[in-house]
C-alpha cells in the first residue's frame, strides 16, 4: 500500500457522540456466553473475540467462531488474531471475513512468555519491521475494518512512536492502547500519557486500555489521554454495568443533551447475587461436570469479590466452595444478609484475583486466575 488512506467510519455507538466503549477481549472468558451477560447489564459498544491463534496447521477455533456467528446482543464484534506468519494470517483473514465480523483485529499485546517467545502478541512489538511487513499484509486482505490493539513496548517504549507512525501507514481504523509495556504485565501503574501520545499521532480513534476501574476513572482517563473512547476487561468481569455507567456518566458530562439521567446506575448487593445467578446460568455447558463449573465459576467471582466487602471475607469464603450448593450459600450468606448495601464502584483496595493473570510470567487466561 503506497497512499495512507483516511479510518474509515466506526460502527456507531449506542449513544452518538459519546466517548466509545468496549469490552477487552480476554481468552477464556469473552465467549458468546460472557457477551450475551454483559449485553444483558448493559452492552459496550464493540465486543472483541479472545484471540484466533493462527499458525500454519491453524482453523478458526469453533467455539469462537460462536461468538461471531451466533451474537444476538445487537453490537458489533471484532474478531482478535494473534500470530505472525503472513500468509497463515492472511488465509485466517479471508476464512473469519465469511462471518459477520465487524472487522479484524490483530493483537500486538499479549504478554505470556509461551506467546511472546513465539515473536507473536507482545513479542512483535520488538520488531517494527515485521510489525510493518504484518501490518501491509492484512491491511491489503481486509477492504473493512481493519483494528490493531497493542501495548506500548517490550521491555521499553523505544519504538512506540516508530509503531505509531506504522499504524498510520497502514491506514489502521482503530487502535487499542493497554498503557504498559510488555514486561510490566497486568499490576504496574498504567502509563495513560503514553496513550495520550497515541491520540495525538495516529489518524484513527484511539480506545484507552488499562485498569479502568470505573464511570469515573473512565472520565478522567479520557481527559488525560484524549483518546477516543474506553476499553474495559477485568472491571467489566467485577462490574458488568460499568458500560451502562459510563453512557450515564458521560451524558452528565454532555450538557448539550435534553434530558440527562439524574444520576449513575448504582448496583446493591442484591442485584449481584442476580449476576452471579446469571452468569452460573449462561456459561453452563452440558456435559461440564459440576465441580469444573463451580471452578470456572469462581475465576469470575474472584474479580466480583474485589468489591463486595472490604475485608475480602467473601473473596475467601467463595474460593472454598466445591459444588454449586456451597457456592450458592457463600453467594446468599455474604451478597443477602444486606441486600440493599451498595455493591463499591472501586475495587476495594488490596483484594487481589489471586493467583491472577496480574504478574509478567502468567499467560493471558482465566487459567491463571483460576482459585
Ligand atoms: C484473563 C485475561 C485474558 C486476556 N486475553 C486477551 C486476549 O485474548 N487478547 C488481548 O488482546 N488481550 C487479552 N487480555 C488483556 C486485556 O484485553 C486487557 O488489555 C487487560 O486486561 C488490561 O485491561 P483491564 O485492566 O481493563 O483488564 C486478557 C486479559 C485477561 C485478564
Known sequence: MTHPLPPKPLPEPILPGQPLTALAPMQDVTDLAFMRVMAHYGAPDYFFTEFFRVHA??????????????????RPVFAQLIGEHVSDMVRTVKELLKHPVAGIDLNMGCPAPKIYKKNVGGGLLRD?????????????????????????GF???AHYEEILGLINKHSVDLLSVHGRTVKEGYRSEVHYDFIGTAARIVRCPVLANGNITSADKAVAVLAESGAAGVMMGRHAIRNPWIFR????RFALHTASRPHPPSSVFTPTLADVREYVARL?????QPGVPEQAHVAKMKKYLNFVGQS????????????????EAELIHVCDRHLMSEPNKHFSTEPHPGLIARPNCETPIESCSLDSVSA
Open 57 to 74: 496447521q491453524s482453523r478458526p477455533e469453533k467455539h469462537i467462531l460462536r461468538s461471531i456467528d451466533e451474537n444476538k446482543t445487537g
Open 128 to 152: 517494527p519491521a515485521k510489525i510493518d511487513e504484518l501490518l501491509g499484509a492484512l491491511r491489503d486482505s481486509v477492504p473493512g475494518l481493519f483494528t490493531v490493539k497493542m501495548r506500548i
Open 155 to 157: 521491555d521499553s517504549t
Open 245 to 248: 455507567q459510563c453512557r450515564e
Open 280 to 284: 452460573y446460568r449462561e456459561t453452563q
Open 308 to 323: 463486595v466487602d472490604t475485608d475480602g471475607a467473601f473473596l475467601h469464603a467463595m474460593r472454598r466452595a466445591m459444588t
